[in-house]
C-alpha cells in the first residue's frame, strides 16, 4: 500500500449515497458541510439510488458537486461502490445524508494516515436528537443510530462505522467492493446493515498487516428523527442487526464475525447495566430504564442472529500470499 509522500499527498474524495426527497434538507446540509472544511475535499460526489428524479433534481441543485446516478445494485453498498467507480482521491471517504460533518473532520482523517498500513480511519458519530435523548436510552446503544457508542476506544478497530469512514483506494483493489447481499435499500422494511463491518474484515482477511483506526477528533453530527427515538424502533433495530451479523458470519466465518461482539456484550453491556442499577439506587430512576433497554437490545440482537440462521463453525481465515 502506497502512503503518503511529499511526491504523492492524500487526496480525499468524499461520497455522500442518496436515495429519497424526503432527506433533501439533509442532504444539501450535509454537501454544506463538506464544502467548508478545513482540508478541501478533493471532490464531493452525491450518488443518487436509482431515484432519477431526485438526480435530475439535486445535479440543478448542487452545480459545484458531481452527482451521479447508482451504477451497481440498488442500495447503500451499490452506491457506495459507485461512488468509488467515480471518484480520483487516493482516500474515499463516506458521509451519511442525513449527518453534517466538523469543519475539521477531513483534516483529522488526513492527518490519521501515518503510515502504509493504516487502511482506513472513522471517526467519531455523535447523535442529533430531533428532541431530546429518551431516559431509558442507554448510550452503549446509540449504534442503533447510527452513532458512536459509549465503550468504543481509540486506536486500531476491528471495523469502522459506514457512515463516518474513509479508505485508501487500494483497499477495493485488493478486496473488492461493499457487499451488496449485506446493508440497507430503500425496498427493505427492517433497517439492516453491517456492509462496512463485513468489507473491514474481508479487508483483514486478504491483508492481515493492514489497520482500521478510530480517529475521535473526526467527528459527525447524525440526524436522530423521533421516529428513531421510540423503544419499538430500538427493538426492531436490535433485531436487524442480529438478522445482519448472521450474514456476516456466513460471509466472513465466525470468529471474525463476532470477535467485537464478545467483547462488546462480556465487558461494555455488562458494565452498563450495573452503571444503570448504581444510578437508580442513587436516585435516578432512568438508571433501572436503562440497564433494562440493554438486556432487552441484547435479546432483540441475539432474536436476530438465530433467525438469521448463522453458522455453528469457523471459517478459516484467507491470507492472500
Excluded at 29 to 36: H, I, T
Excluded at 170 to 182: L, R, W
Excluded at 215 to 240: D, K, L, Q
Amino acid at each position: 500500500m502506497t502512503a503518503a509522500t511529499p511526491g504523492r499527498p492524500l487526496t480525499l474524495s468524499v461520497v455522500i449515497c442518496a436515495y429519497t426527497f424526503d432527506r433533501w434538507n439533509d442532504v444539501l446540509a450535509a454537501v454544506n458541510s463538506v464544502s467548508n472544511q478545513t482540508v478541501p475535499a478533493a471532490e464531493i460526489v452525491v450518488v443518487v439510488d436509482h431515484n432519477p428524479e431526485l438526480h435530475e433534481k439535486l445535479g440543478a441543485a448542487l452545480p459545484h458537486v458531481t452527482v451521479v446516478e447508482n451504477r451497481k445494485q440498488r442500495g447503500l453498498s451499490g452506491g457506495k461502490d459507485t461512488g468509488v467507480e467515480v471518484t480520483s482521491g487516493n482516500v474515499i471517504a463516506f458521509l451519511d445524508d442525513d449527518a453534517v460533518a466538523h469543519p475539521d473532520w477531513l483534516r483529522h482523517f488526513r492527518d490519521a494516515y501515518t503510515d502504509e498500513n493504516i487502511a482506513g480511519v472513522g471517526g467519531t458519530t455523535l447523535p442529533l436528537w430531533e428532541s431530546a435523548r429518551p431516559r431509558w436510552f442507554p448510550e452503549e446503544f446509540d449504534w442503533v443510530l447510527g452513532c458512536t457508542f459509549t465503550g468504543r476506544e481509540p486506536g486500531p478497530v476491528r471495523n469502522l462505522l459506514g457512515g463516518n469512514a474513509s479508505f485508501r483506494r487500494e483497499v477495493f483493489t485488493v478486496a473488492g467492493g461493499f457487499p451488496s447481499h449485506i446493508g440497507r435499500t430503500s425496498a427493505q422494511r427492517r433497517p439492516l446493515g453491517c456492509e462496512e463491518t463485513e468489507f473491514c474484515v474481508r479487508v483483514a482477511q486478504h491483508r492481515p498487516e493492514w489497520r482500521f483506526v478510530f480517529e475521535p477528533r473526526s467527528v459527525i453530527w447524525h440526524r436522530v428523527p423521533a421516529a428513531r427515538e421510540t423503544f419499538s424502533y430500538f427493538r426492531s433495530r436490535c433485531f436487524a442487526e442480529g438478522l445482519s451479523k448472521a450474514a456476516v458470519t456466513r460471509s466472513v466465518g465466525v470468529s471474525d464475525g463476532l470477535s467485537v461482539e464478545r467483547k462488546y456484550t462480556t465487558r461494555t453491556l455488562t458494565r452498563g447495566i450495573a452503571r444503570g442499577v448504581g444510578q437508580a439506587l442513587r436516585g435516578d430512576r432512568g438508571g433501572i430504564e436503562r440497564s433494562g433497554a440493554i438486556s432487552v437490545g441484547l435479546f432483540s440482537a441475539a432474536a436476530g442472529y438465530a433467525r438469521g440462521g448463522a453458522p455453528l463453525r469457523r471459517r478459516p481465515r484467507m491470507v492472500e500470499a
